[in-house]
């Protein structure tokens, strides 16, 4: 039987200090909003491993996603900034731009955009920034790297999300725009990002994310899994990118909601958690690694005695 949720209104804190059990695909039971911190009580969103379950229509099994990925991104990554022009109308620098100054990019900042592809969100990091030699790039994908036309300065590495090849409390900012679907597993992910960053450190993690209302899916889903991979095959002749198009809203369509990315985010250890939402579709996480580390980790490190 369907029973219908209860929700309570908590105390910002109380609202922010669960560390869920981590339990992948069940539908979550939390409402977040922006600021706000209404929560049902019966369900609290579990945190998430694998960002979706393996879509098998393009390869088979969780352990062939990221050679897959790896393929198909340095296979398509000369068409990739046209494409994502056109789906973005132009748009997409500023966009990105913008989304990195709400979640609290400032000059002097040393920034990590992981996922960093092209360069898309880390031009605009340069940007903000006024200092490239600031800004690191890290990808998995060697043809996503050297596709990339960063200014002079920058740092781009080779690795993946999952294994920062950083020191602990490093940089001042991090980035990640649209590779929170090809993470293997975002628990792993998160705990990094947390490492790196500096006690003050910011977050931003861009995403696509489903509309709420069944029009908006319907219009969201067209355009993704139909217009744009249509539009692909008309600038350029590689098969793969069209396909790459179409996987880009699979991925999105299966993602875990976002309200298990926060709870991710959160059990990793980070705060002020929440998600920006810019035209019902583009979700901003924003988060901050705190400035005293919490619970059993502050008792562990020191700042808090023992009882
Ligand atoms: C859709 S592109 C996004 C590029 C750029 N950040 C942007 O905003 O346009 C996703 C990128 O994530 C990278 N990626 C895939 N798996 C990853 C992982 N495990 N860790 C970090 N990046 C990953 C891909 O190689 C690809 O370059």
Redesign the pocket.
């Known amino acids: 039987m369907l029973r219908k949720p209860v929700y309570v209104l908590l105390p910002a804190k109380a609202a922010r200090s669960p560390k869920f059990p981590s339990t992948h695909g069940a539908f979550p039971g939390v409402q977040h909003r922006l600021k706000g911190t209404f929560m049902k009580t019966s369900q609290p969103a579990p945190a998430a491993h694998a960002p979706h379950l393996p879509l098998t229509s393009y390869y088979e099994s969780e352990q062939d996603r990221?050679t897959y990925?790896?393929g198909i991104?340095d296979s398509t990554a000369g068409d990739?900034d046209r494409v994502?022009a056109m789906l973005a109308w132009g748009t997409g620098s500023r966009y990105?731009r913008l989304a990195l100054v709400r979640a609290g990019l400032k000059a002097g900042m040393r920034v990590l955009?992981?996922?960093?592809?092209?360069g898309?969100?880390a031009a605009q990091a340069c940007v903000v920034t006024g200092d490239a030699s600031l800004v690191t790039g890290?990808?998995?994908?060697p043809g996503?790297l050297a596709a990339s036309k960063l200014p002079h300065g920058i740092t781009l590495v080779e690795g993946?999300?999952?294994s920062l090849p950083f020191p602990d409390n490093h940089f001042d900012f991090l980035s990640?725009?649209?590779?929170l679907r090809?993470?293997?597993d975002l628990g792993v992910?998160f705990a990094e990002f947390h490492r790196v960053l500096k006690p003050g450190g910011r977050l931003c993690i861009?995403e696509i994310t489903q509309a709420k209302s069944p029009v908006g899916k319907w219009v969201l889903k067209t355009y993704m899994r139909g217009v744009i991979p249509f539009l692909s095959r008309l600038v350029t002749r590689r098969r793969d990118t069209t396909t790459i198009w179409r996987y880009?809203w699979d991925s999105i369509e299966a993602c875990v909601p976002p309200e298990q990315v926060i709870a991710t985010l959160r059990a990793e250890g980070l705060s002020e958690v929440r998600q920006h939402l810019e035209v019902g579709v583009f979700s901003e996480y924003q988060a901050i690694k705190p400035l005293q580390p919490a619970g059993n980790a502050a008792r562990a490190a020191g700042v808090i005695p023992a009882v």
């Open positions: 990221q990925l790896r991104f990739y994502e990105r955009d992981v996922g960093v592809g092209t898309l969100v890290i990808d998995p994908s996503m993946r999300a999952e990640m725009g649209y590779a090809h993470i293997s992910a861009l880009y």
